[in-house]
């Protein structure tokens, strides 16, 4: 995001000892039974003074005992463990080649279901009975529903199979294999399904301490929207430990469209969360899963799932206390799509995978074949390219891909493009059976091959760039040709060992900016010391002592160890009045103070959705993405600055937006309205955003207009918000919180999307990093003080803008949470080269923001 803040608006054995005997019976060789006794240790004489002829029969037995044990012990294993049963349910379906599909099929307990039904059963039966595998261990089977076309039935087969063929079942099951059984009279036709094949099912589908008693069975009515929620949606959540399912269908040749509306279920974690699977079948095919959500997700989050057929179910089970809403849907059918591809013979355009940007159905394979007119090439640009599925290692392109000039591509990849060597090329996409992505977004062109990037330079993967980019320190081009083979103008670059060049300011800031370290080479300490991260060498013995020798908190940042102690004005204060060693330890998920103050009062920084969408044509933020986040609008004017929300009551913004100019009363908070859970400035009525007025404005007293120092203000409102999924407050540093040279951190805005541009009307968003401090004075020299950072690229390609001024610097801290690390103050333009935004330090006035707020 182009951002701009401008001066102005902007084992051990047991003991046999103590007595304890053991007897045997053996035979001595007289006929005689013989009496062996295990004595404790301290009786070694006694054991010594045996009869020789005692020892060799003791021995003789023991060995009999191990022989016995062992034997034992084997047929344990054999008897308990390999021929363990394992309980195991399939999910299958088959087809029926000579039945007619009734519609009395999709009732269940129609009587023509049921004899339908029957028939299948003992057809599986019989195909059972005739593998060693699964006949001797089928136990029961049943028909869950049928699908029209060629009728589908869809089963359920349940074996209690040997630990040590459930591996060979689950392969026979998975081969597709042809029944036909014969006519019971002679007036009858034979009965033959083919297709039949079941995998094993999800553990947690075949779960029977389950409630199953919320199933429904739904049939789309034309085009026309069906909607279904969760059982009490949103008013009471859904309930615990049950298993839900909605039984989707459309007619015979149609295919179905899934949107859910809205999703808030359990979050997702590793012991069993609640889960919802949606299925291109009637039956919980594992190979058939589109998708699987757990979680929340906001509401513009592209939840939008197409079918291969006209049928979908959707399960939700779930195992969670947690109270949760659930989900909204709706489901449509629409027509088979009769084609999928085509051919173009413009001299540009653009193409789609199918339903784009909805998720492609799976079964799928489209053909494109391009060809532009004259002695031209062409050259594919993929703008959106979305193809993951889980468990494929990137950049082997087993299941969903696009092929193009021989070459696979899949999982998610930025922009890039596909340059042909003539003036015709092919595309070809595919599905398989299984889950499902958002797909892609292409536009192909036409280029001359002698000059592909007229006036500009060309990347090796054919993206063009402007000239002035080259060599800049920067990979504009996805395969750094840019870079590659330049030569570097020793006035202001530094040549990395990779012959990369970057600017001198980066050399020995504690960022690997070459790549191979190159840039930080010689920037070493002697023995026996270490360098911090603002380059000061000290002595080892200051390390992890719980000062703050370095003067940036890097000596006390990657402590193992949390010991209190004496305290400074580095060091972290409990409520008690003592200290601790670790850096940034507050609201990190682990209590460090022993009064555990460190871990109160955080209930900020955390955003209700836990998903974030993909950003599709821009820097857009999504609802709810930084909930902290106000728009300050003045009459007559709009939007005019920005704020963040630390409390139901105040919010934090810049000084400078409140000076008093041209006769105008900005101080005046009578003037102001604040809008919190703001997305879209043109929907500032839509639901969920909050209209304030200002009760007062507090602007620091040391603020310098001309210097920007003290750029810091504090609003209350006059009346609290309500804080909901999209209003929350942001976290505030303590004064000691280090937010490192490197660190990667958010700003936000609706300033001006370029320097002299316009307002944007969808909040923006970009990340951005900490500069070095001594970088950034020497950057802007004369100019900043202990209480600015710099923040930014020294590219120049993202930075805050007009507009944006008083907003929030976000940045990601340990657990999660998001705490502000500074306000947007001034900068020179907007997005230029080595003039990086310059932001407020928030943790320099945490004490201050305390004092006038109790916050």
Known sequence: MKSNRVRKGGGRPKDLGAGLKYSSQPQNSNGLEEGVEFLPVNNAKKVEKRDPRRRAVLVAVVVAVSLLSLTAGFLVWHFQYRNARVQTVFNGYLRLTNEKFLDAYENSSSTEFGSLAGKVKDALKLLYSESPVLGPYHRESSVTAFSEGSVIAYYWSEFSLPQRLVQEAERVMARERVITLPPRSRALQSFVMTSVVAFPTDPRMAQTTLDNSCSFALHARGQEQTRFTTPGFPDSPYPARARCQWALRGDAEAVLSLTFRSFDVAPCDERGSDLVVVYNSLSPVEPHALVRLCGTYPPSYNLTFLSSQNVLLVTLITHSERRHPGFKAVFFQLPKMSSCGGTFRDAQGTFSSPYYPGHYPPNTDCTWTIEVPGNRNVKVIFRQFFLVEPDVALGTCTKDYVEILGTRYCGERPQFVVAGNSSRVTVRFHSDQSYTDTGFLAEFLSYNSSDPCPGMFTCKTGRCIQKTLRCDGWADCTDYSDEKNCKCNASHQF?????????????????????????????????????????????????????????????????????????????????????????????????????????????????????????????????????????????????????????????????????????????????????????????????????????????????????????????????????????????????????????????????????????????????????????????????????????????????????????????????????????????????????????????????????????
Not at 570 to 597: F, I
Not at 756 to 775: S, Y
């Open 495 to 855: 040549t990395c060992k990779n012959e990369f060049c970057k600017p001198l300011f980066w050399v020995c800031d504690g960022v690997n900016d070459c790549g191979d370290s190159s840039d930080e080479l010689g920037c070493s300490c002697p023995a026996e010391t270490f360098r911090c991260s603002n380059g000061k060498c000290l002595p080892k013995s200051q390390q992890c002592d719980g000062r703050d020798d370095c003067g940036d908190g890097s000596d006390e940042a990657t402590c193992a160890k949390v010991s209190t102690v004496p305290c400074t004005s580095r060091t972290y204060r409990c409520h008690s009045g003592l200290c601790v060693s670790k850096a940034n330890p507050e609201c990190d998920g682990k209590q460090d103070c022993a009064d555990g103050s460190d871990e109160k009062d955080c209930d900020c920084g955390l955003r209700s959705f836990s998903k974030q969408s993909r950003v599709v044509g821009g820097q857009n933020a999504d609802v709810g993405e930084w909930p902290w986040q106000v728009s300050l609008h003045v009459q007559g004017q709009g939007h005019v600055c920005g704020a963040s929300l630390i409390s139901p009551t105040w919010l934090v913004s810049a000084a400078h937006c409140y000076a008093d100019d041209g006769g105008f009363r900005y101080s005046d908070p009578a003037v102001w309205t604040a809008y919190l859970g703001l997305l879209d400035q043109s929907k500032r009525s839509a639901p969920g955003v909050q209209e304030h007025r200002l009760k007062r404005i507090i602007r620091h007293p040391s603020f310098n207009d001309f210097t920007y120092d003290y750029d810091i203000a504090l609003l209350e409102l006059e009346r609290p918000a309500a804080f909901s999924s999209v209003v929350r407050p942001i976290c505030l540093p303590d004064a000691t919180h280090v937010f490192r040279a490197g660190k990667a951190i958010w700003v936000t805005g609706w300033g001006h999307t370029q320097e002299g541009g316009t307002g944007a009307v969808v909040l923006q968003k970009g990340e951005i990093r900490v500069i070095n401090q001594t970088t950034c004075e020497k950057l802007l020299p004369q100019q900043i003080t202990a209480r600015m950072m710099c923040v930014g690229y020294l590219s120049g390609a993202v930075d805050a803008c007009q507009g944006d001024s008083g907003g929030p610097l976000s940045s990601v801290e340990a657990d999660g949470r998001i705490f502000q690390a500074g306000v947007v103050s001034w900068g020179e333009g907007c997005a230029r080269r080595e003039k990086p935004g310059v932001y407020t330090r928030l943790p320099w006035f945490r004490s201050w923001i305390k004092d006038q707020t109790g916050v």
